[in-house]
């Protein structure tokens, strides 16, 4: 038993990171627990000449295939697109690309424009202070004057264009089609402590030279001064109910598998949308048989990942290879919804420099275009270092029937059911995805590319994980209201990806942690009567 | 339980079928995957494949009908052509930690022009490029929808 605080908040990423820090100036009693450990920086895989290698094993990508002892397993066979998350201090702004574009105003109001989904019950106004404080705290690069987006003002500069990507302007220019440098909280300068980006190329899985911001050297550190208590190795079970149908606090199980009961005030959950719902489906009580907060039986329904199509070739010159951070650019030339085509909504295309020496001859391995024997080494020559490639990151709308529930079989290391994924790809982001292929073929013959290859969707690319508790006004549609509060549980706060209504075309980083922000904001406005 | 580590016979199959997917070069200077201090990081590597990699030689030896490494060189090409067809997720792999050794080796890094060594902590460099390719963008107007 540990004493009552006043705001537990679980799971220390993108969201836990920004809502701890945010709250930490009412100097309440907070209290953050994280299933993962502090990852130091000489830990990176580009510290050694194993750096692709780990990949593959203990920076993998996908929690099944590295299975470390602070990850949980999860069932995803009945999914074409596999789930990728770290779980750590900073959560899955260790394992991701940096790449940072916000939602437009569009996305929020899909049904009243498209007559598809439902609105949000917000919208892009209401969320901008907090997308540029977030882009402060967590150091964005990137260049004003992008016509595809409202004013903002990144607070460095952006990426450097390098070859690949200055092949990819001059085509875009050419078809007349919208190109920008992308928005990254990959740090350009010397910015708050942290070093510039040097080019070590291999940001995905955590960066050496601390130039890539994850929340562990951003929010965290700040809010650590300000008083919050981070606990790390803290698995937790269930959040417990009391009498009255509020949240009571959390069962936990530490380091060494001893169960623990925190108590709290308020609890906010940040576990993202496949943790956050396997959690709220694990916690039953008389009062809630279906899990918490689940009157509405929206918990673990309308998972949307964002489908991503791959499309890349191969040019006549050595580019930049992984030398640099791999997305510089991005495309919104197709992100609105346009009625000639056969699809509503829209997508991102998201440029890459390149991959490493590694990567390209497994990854063409794979695709039988690597030959065994005496072929092999001319064949890999013509590959290496000149693959250029885009992807288009489609908008994926919310339907019930894909969804997280609990596997009825699968547990983690403490005995805790694993989450379970059924998800289909709708005929809309199908036929989303054939007009992304299709522009990117046209795209990369622009840029001098042949040898075309499709990888569609991007089987390990269930980086965004969204809209499993979303959030509304109405009580039977939705499960948190549009400030973040559980309509069941009025001391139960959700900030993940969970709540979104609809996902947008988009890396969803930078939205995740603006609302998370908003939401703290909403909750230090209504202290006084935080419960009404 | 730990997985066992290989046997001889399938340590010696092993480095028959590394050196029939990339054998040595002399035209580029570099050796084959079966190159005594390539396969040895290979076999040190395994770790999550192992398993896949033991499927994968047991299948192996059940097309070559024995010992592979024992085949005559035709019948090897042969047998390994079939394989590779065949192998399914554990050839995979059993490829995939080959190319992991392979293409860390000093030797063929220099081969292909790569230096040898970590990104960090000297990092690369990256040309800034012509920033004036965005003129033609720059000029357009307002791309996205208005709500109001």
Redesign the interface.
Known sequence: MHDKVDVLIIGSGASGAAVAWSLADTRMRILCLEQGDWVKPTDYPSNGRDWEARLFSDFAINPNRRARPTDYPINDANSPIKVVNFNGVGGSTIMYTAHFPRLHPSDFKVRTLDGVADDWPIDYATLEPYFAENDRMMGVSGLAGDPAYPPKAPPMPPLPLGKSGARFGKAMNQLGWHWWPSDTTIATTDYEGRARCINLGHCTPGCAQGAKASTDITYWPLAIRAGVELRTRCRVREITVDGHGMAAGVIYYDAEGKEHFQAAEVVILACNGVGTPRLMLNSVSAKFPKGIANSSGLVGKNLMFHPYALTYGYVDEPLDGNHGPPLCLWSQEFYETDPNRDFVRGYTFQFGRGVGAILEAIVSANAGRLPWGEDHHAAYRKLVNRRIGLSAICEDLPEEHNRVTLDPALKDSHGIPAPKLDYTISTNSQKMMSHGIARAKEILAAAGAGNICVESPILNGGWHLLGTARMGTDPERSVVNEWGRCHDVKNLFIVDGSIWVTSGGVNPTSTIQALALYIADSIKQRLANLFD | MAPPDLTAEQIRDFRALAG????P?A??G?PGADDERIFSDILR?L???RDDVCQALAHLVRLAGGAFADLEPARR?EV??TF?EAGGAPL?AL??VV??????DDRV?RS???E????????????????S??D???A????????D
């Not at chain 2, 029939?20 to 054998?23: C, D, K, M, N, R």
């Not at chain 2, 190319?99 to 860390?104: G, I, K, N, Q, V």
């Not at chain 2, 357009?140 to 709500?147: A, I, N």
């Open positions: 029939a997917i990339i054998p070069s035209s580029y570099v590597s770790e999550r494949d090409v390994a052509a590779r995979a490829v995939r190319l992991l050794c392979y293409y860390r890094m292909l022009g790569l040898p060594r970590p990104p960090f902590p000297r990092g690369h460099v990256v040309e800034q490029g012509d920033w390719l965005l033609p963008v720059r357009r107007p307002r791309m996205y929808r208005g709500v």
